[in-house]
């Protein structure tokens, strides 16, 4: 039998629809493919045993006819999602041993319909960084390294927060991940590992259940090797939900009607500012190929202005850490996590907090506490909330122009460890074409069109209208289509 | 705005984090440098502009005032670091 594990999702539920293998081959495959892929630690927790329970379960009900949307598709789930009685840590010291009562809307949505989860995959901690680099668990390398990437010369990162995500859909040991996005952290990824990402308009899938980072931004979306297949996972994972107060009571197409169909008469935005200086050369060519691509396609290019980019970054390193130390003052070492032994409550609190914190997380914590203080909270926090309104009118005016906007996802493509890391806003540059899409709510896929001349994977970002996610994968499927992007990792598992 | 080491003390304190000595010092090189590479959002022009908090600008639903979920000690509990019978235990607070 050929390998499972290179198969799309959609082509394996074709297969276990014929009968040609069952959901159970289909996860021993990629059991052994996630073994093998062990260097590049990109588990936080494997769940192995728990997959072929729940592989023999769905070919049970597919042979009596009560299979699901993704049934017998072995997922890997980010380490951000609670699983009920699956250790549940966000890659942080402070949660190592938190293990979930209950579970998260997203995954309980996935399950219903029948996926299967390899395991728990790593982040940087709390999702905060854009290398995978603050785990608290390790690094994930980039399968994209070499063919033996733990001991490749120059070992890349995956790309942040969702490194553990891309790079084991990448490197072929699942056949999609969940992700969460709240300033690039799943198309950032994606783009450097090769693959598809889409963050939906916020509101689309539910939070609950997901250890909130910044709550007015994040959102889960899906990571998977083809427009196609991140469709059919979007769909899955949608959907209101009660339990968030901000998940949006809106029905929920199906996206992959979306694919194949024409772009024929579409409008494609190309924001000037968007050129800006320090950019690869390779991702500005790639760029514009990309634009030439969806213009043959039939599409009309426009060029367009967002002219407060620039501020979109400072304003989200102004919001999202406030937020952050918002909702991380619930670990305090009382009703879980970690607890450092105190004298007093107080310093219970502090050492708990300073021993399972790592560096960025205290980082950011300390950002956030100091711009909502009394008497900064106005030239700070309320200045960025203001600036922040100004993006989103940015966005309404080009979308009078355009249905859909094409830009870079990163700057660069993937990069070595250790790099872009004593500078923090170098690191936070790399997503400073994907964050204003968190502040503005808007959604955004990234799709991979290219390779550099180094030889790494480039994507490039689709951004909708506000629930206009149809378009998005309209197009992104015309960008596929024509970009033919087959390239695979030096390593594949 | 450049932070001194005593305001970052200062920080660190009301968010109950723990930094030592030496840290500090970093910290306050590091957070200085993000506090004036935010100025810039000074030059934008925001007279008379609403601050954006909710990008879907929906009120907030309500809810029926009605006990919908309890009874769950076990499971609050069940990741507690210290507690005794139905109870978590923290250090003496009051003497």
């Known amino acids: 039998m050929s390998k499972l594990t290179d198969l799309s999702v959609t082509e394996a539920l074709t297969g276990l629809a014929k009968k040609d293998f069952s959901a159970l081959e289909l996860t021993r495959q990629h059991v052994e493919a996630a073994e093998r892929a062990r260097p590049l630690n990109a588990f936080i927790t494997e769940t192995f045993d728990l997959a072929i329970e729940q592989a023999k379960a769905s070919d049970s009900r597919r042979a009596k006819g009560e299979a699901g949307a993704m049934d017998g598709i072995p997922i890997a789930i980010k380490d951000l999602y609670c699983t009920k009685g699956v250790r549940t840590t966000a890659a942080s010291r402070i949660l190592e041993n938190f293990v979930p009562t209950y579970e998260s809307t997203v995954t309980q949505k996935l399950f219903d319909a029948g996926a299967v989860m390899l395991g728990k995959v790593s982040l940087d901690e709390f999702a905060m960084g854009s290398s995978n680099t603050t785990s608290a668990f390790g690094n994930v390398i980039n399968p994209w390294s070499g063919p033996d990437p733990a001991n490749a010369e120059r070992k890349l990162v995956p790309g942040g927060s969702s490194g553990g995500s891309a790079a084991a859909v990448a490197g072929r040991f699942a056949m999609a991940a969940t992700g969460t996005d709240t300033g690039g952290s799943i198309r950032q990824p994606a783009s450097l590992c090769g693959i598809v990402g889409i963050k939906p308009t916020y509101g689309r899938c539910s939070r609950w259940g997901i250890i909130a980072f910044a709550s007015s931004l994040d959102q889960a979306g899906p990571i998977a090797r083809s427009v196609a297949d991140a469709a059919l996972m979007l769909r899955t994972m949608s959907g209101f939900d009660p339990k968030d107060s901000t998940s949006v009571d809106a029905p929920v197409p199906d996206f992959t009607t979306a694919i194949g169909q024409s772009v024929k008469g579409m409008k494609i935005g190309v924001p000037r500012e968007y050129r800006m200086e320090g950019m690869n050369g390779d991702v500005e060519a790639l760029w514009e190929k990309g634009a030439d691509m969806l213009k043959e396609a039939g599409a009309e290019l426009v060029e367009i202005s967002l002219p407060h980019t620039k501020y979109a970054l400072p304003v989200y390193y102004i919001i999202a850490p406030a937020e952050a130390s918002s909702n991380l003052a619930r670990y305090d070492g009382v009703r879980f996590g970690l607890r450092e032994h105190g004298n007093s409550l107080t310093e219970m609190y502090e050492n708990t907090r300073g021993a399972g914190f790592g560096k960025e997380v205290c980082r950011r914590i300390l950002i956030g506490t100091y711009v909502l203080s009394a008497g900064y909270y106005d030239a700070y926090y309320l200045r960025a909330q203001k600036v922040r309104r100004r993006l989103r009118e940015d966005f309404e005016a080009a979308f009078k122009k355009c249905d859909v906007i094409l830009t870079p996802v990163a700057p660069g493509t993937a990069f070595g460890f250790g790099e872009k890391q004593n500078d923090p806003i170098q690191m936070y540059l790399e997503d400073v074409f994907t964050v204003t899409l968190n502040l503005v709510g808007l959604p955004g896929i990234a799709v991979p069109v290219g390779l550099a001349s180094n030889g790494l994977p480039v994507g490039l970002q689709l951004i909708g209208r506000s629930f206009d996610e149809m378009s998005l994968f309209k197009t992104a499927s015309a960008l596929e289509k024509s970009a033919a992007f087959t390239a695979k990792p030096p390593f594949v598992a | ?95």
Do not use: H, Y
């Open chain 2, 1 to 95: 705005m450049t932070l001194d080491i005593s305001t970052v003390a200062k920080i660190a304190s009301l968010a109950r984090l723990k930094v030592s000595e030496e840290q500090l010092q970093l910290v306050a090189g590091e957070l200085s440098s993000i506090l004036q590479w935010v100025e810039q959002l000074n030059e934008v022009d925001v007279d008379g502009v609403e601050p954006l908090a909710n990008v879907n600008d929906l009120p907030l639903r309500w809810r029926e005032d009605i006990v919908n979920d309890g009874g769950r000690v076990e499971d609050i509990l069940s990741n507690a670091p210290a507690k005794t019978a139905d109870f978590f235990v923290v250090p003496k607070v009051v003497e």
